[in-house]
């Protein structure tokens, strides 16, 4: 039997480990009782002292204890995990079965996410794991995390063992005058069979990775110590995963096997879509980085609390964290997030924080208190201008005057809404302001800068598409396995009727696409720009959890155009097409693993509201005779047959093409530099920029004013003889 001082002094030696752990007593209790201790400590007392005997059995009960610690701290119980499991797959638009097919799709998903190039794991490993392949739907199912944490475990055994393989390969000596071939992509490459293959593989990318750095100016000594710097916190990042981060992987090569947009959204990545949606957040107003293991002030947010106190500054390392009168607690290798949650807070709310900040005698500490308060993040809300291009006068009897309205995103303040919906922030309310402000000028057309728009609140673009069209409908859902359909109509009167043209890029997306079809549809304003946008016709629901759990963002219903198009996969087309990459390269809903297919429904009872659509070809083809003047728009062409020539075909790359290539670009940089020097000497030459812009124009803005300035001209025209 366990002799009494013996239980003592373990349990003794545990009990302030475990003082701070709650929740947990039962189970700790039960454990306990489950470990057949006695035999054990029986055979210890033979071998080994008392004092060593006490040591061992404190050690062995907390390595027993571990697993019940692990369950306390983390959420995402087996229980929690079945029930997200079934939540997600009845909410999900397409009803797909949770089964075999699905299985190993999860199964790849699920290790593309950890080791996507074949770095880290041996071909063993994964023959290994294939056991799983088609059991991870009846492990999620049954909430059964076994396959999610047994390969987290190995990939962090792998992960480690290439960190010491990587230091010792940066001690080599890399002889760059050597060729080498390089796979740029590698995510359909074979995992290395063994150990020494996995080493030669990395010293590849290293060598191919100091190149690059050498070749942009970096000293080789630098190079080394940066790639190394990478690597550690890459490392450190994944080492301080709990089973809960693992799990969240783990969903989310779930919710990705249904299709690209939903996802699991834990605690933290909640917050963080909440404040990209609202553009809102209440804290102190300092955008941070994490490098090795400090948490550095990267920049400050102009006009938030940390600008408004004044003693905050960039580069200043934070150390410690207290909330009001509270201790501080230290966050020296503390997660980034982790530190993000600590410093964020309810606006009127106080935190300290304990900062150490490089100066002339070295590294000096301070310490501070930031009242939290609401800071607005300026960068993603609408801008406005009015411009005159210089050209007008020169092509039509007079001047005419461009109102332009950049929108990055379809944001809105929900909490704001719900608690004041008279006033609140959002998109549409912004660019209502602007339109009535152009109307108040008298502007002669406008332009709806929606370019890398990636979209936002589908009721925003509602609203929004009402402000030009009025209380019309805008666009149609179909509901989770088209049980349900639903025609979106606006509420709002039209409050801009003038010439309108509509920027856009194979990154406009979503509620973009949703704004731009409609306007194609009622023909009310030109689409310009690449082929098409995006091609995201889905909408995703964020459905909440329990508080702490998080939420998930799932697809719950597809759009269409009130023409009964789908915008899914195809996206909108634009009525003139401009030069561009991304005309050619893989971009858009079509080049996403798992991509609901296109497909049409009955259109709704609507009108076209002009006959915009028979300007298209003359419009089309006096762009065309301008872009085919355009120096800008030639390169642009050059560019895209170089990328159709060499670039999209390139499977491989060498030592000898990236210094051609690195010269290349050196001659071509110092012949614009050569061009911009001879322009600024011939003032007379250069054109003169509107400092004062809110919005930065370019050749495709510039083309968009000469494309608007047709088409107010045409349409007079047509009034004056019809």
Same mark, same amino acid.
């Given at each position: ?510 509620? =973009? +696409?949703?704004? %731009?079809?409609?306007?194609? $549809?009622? &023909?009310?304003? @030109? ?6 946008? !995006? ?94 003047? =355009? +120096?800008?728009? %030639?390169?642009?062409?050059? $560019?895209? &047959?170089?990328? @159709? ?6 499977? !491989? ?70």
């Amino acid at each position: 039997m366990m002799e009494n001082s013996d239980w003592q002094v373990a349990a003794e030696a545990i009990q302030r480990w475990l003082k701070k752990t709650s929740g947990c007593k039962g189970r700790i209790e039960s454990s306990v009782r489950s470990w057949n201790m006695n035999g054990f400590a029986t055979r210890l007392k033979f071998v080994l002292p008392m004092r060593f005997r006490s040591f061992v059995l404190a050690c062995c009960l907390a390595i027993q204890l571990l697993p019940v610690i692990a369950q306390a701290e983390n959420r995402l119980n087996s229980a929690v995990l079945r029930g997200i499991v079934e939540r997600f797959t009845s909410l999900h638009y397409a009803q797909k079965p949770l089964d075999n097919a699905l299985s190993q799709t999860i199964f790849s998903n699920y290790l593309r996410r950890l080791d996507p190039g074949h770095y880290y794991f041996l071909e063993s490993d994964i023959e290994s794991f294939k056991r799983y392949q088609l059991q991870v739907d009846d492990l999620l199912r049954r909430g059964n995390p076994d396959f999610a944490l047994d390969v987290f475990s190995r990939f962090k055994t792998r992960i480690s063992e290439r960190l010491e393989m990587l230091e010792e390969i940066l001690q080599e000596e890399f002889d760059f005058s050597k060729d080498a071939q390089w796979q740029l992509d590698r995510k359909e490459a074979p995992y290395p069979k063994t150990t020494e293959a996995a080493r030669a593989t990395w010293r590849l990318k290293m060598k191919f990775d100091l190149l690059s750095l050498t070749l942009g100016g970096t000293p080789l000594k630098e190079a080394k110590e940066r790639l190394l710097k990478r690597f550690r916190g890459q490392w450190k990042d994944y080492s301080q995963y709990d089973d809960d981060d693992v799990l969240s992987v783990f969903l989310n090569a779930m919710a990705r096997a249904y299709d690209p947009h939903s996802s699991y959204l834990a605690p933290q990545d909640l917050k963080n879509f909440d404040i990209s949606i609202k553009l809102s957040l209440e804290g102190i107003g300092a955008v941070l980085r994490w490098e090795d293991g400090y948490t550095i002030v990267n920049s400050i947010v102009p006009g938030g609390a940390a600008a408004r106190h004044g003693k905050l500054q960039m580069d200043d390392r934070i150390i410690a964290v207290a909330q009001a009168d509270n201790a501080f607690e230290s966050v020296i290798d503390m997660r980034l997030n982790d530190v993000v949650q600590l410093i964020r807070g309810k606006r009127g709310t106080t935190v300290r924080l304990q900062v150490l900040r490089k100066t002339a005698k070295g590294f000096d500490t301070f310490k501070f208190p930031i009242v939290r308060d609401k800071i607005v993040l300026k960068d993603g809300e609408a801008r406005t201008h009015v411009f005159t291009p210089e050209n007008s006068g020169k092509h039509y009897p007079h001047t005419y005057r461009i109102g332009v309205i950049r929108l990055p995103s379809f944001y809105v303040d929900f909490n704001d809404r719900r608690s004041n919906p008279t006033n609140y922030k959002s998109s549409s309310r912004d660019v209502r302001k602007h339109l009535e402000s152009f109307v108040a000028q008298g502007v002669d057309g406008m332009i709806l800068d929606l370019r890398s728009n990636g979209g936002g609140g589908l009721d925003e673009a509602i609203k929004m598409a009402g402000l030009f069209v009025g209380r019309k409908p805008i666009v149609v859902v179909q509901q989770t396995g088209g049980r349900h359909i639903t025609v979106h109509r606006s509420r709002e009167d039209a409050v801009y009727t003038g010439p309108l043209l509509i920027l856009q890029n194979r990154y406009s997306a979503s509620a =973009s +696409e949703i704004l %731009a079809g409609a306007m194609r $549809d009622y &023909q009310r304003a @030109l689409l310009v720009g690449d082929t098409t946008t !995006f091609g995201k016709g889905t909408v995703q629901n964020i459905a909440q959890l329990p508080e702490g759990y998080g939420a998930l963002k799932v697809t719950i219903a597809q759009f269409y155009r009130v023409s009964g198009a789908s915008t899914q996969n195809r996206g909108v087309p634009s009525d003139i097409i401009l030069p561009s990459l991304n005309n050619v390269r893989e971009v858009g809903e079509a080049t996403l693993d798992h991509a609901l297919p296109w497909h049409s429904i009955d259109s709704v009872s609507y009108r076209a509201l002009s006959n915009l659509g028979t300007l298209v070809p003359e419009l089309s083809a006096r762009s065309g005779e301008r872009v085919d003047r =355009s +120096e800008f728009f %030639a390169q642009v062409r050059e $560019d895209v &047959q170089e990328y @159709l020539d060499t670039v999209k075909p390139l499977q !491989f790359t060498s030592i000898r093409r990236l210094q051609e290539e690195h010269q290349r670009r050196r001659a071509q940089r110092e012949e614009e530099l050569a061009q911009a020097k001879e322009l600024e000497e011939d003032s007379e030459e250069a054109p003169e920029v509107d400092k004062t812009a809110a919005i930065l124009r370019d050749a495709y803005l510039e083309e968009g004013f000469a494309i608007l300035e047709d088409y107010i001209h045409l349409q007079q025209h047509a009034k004056n003889n019809p």
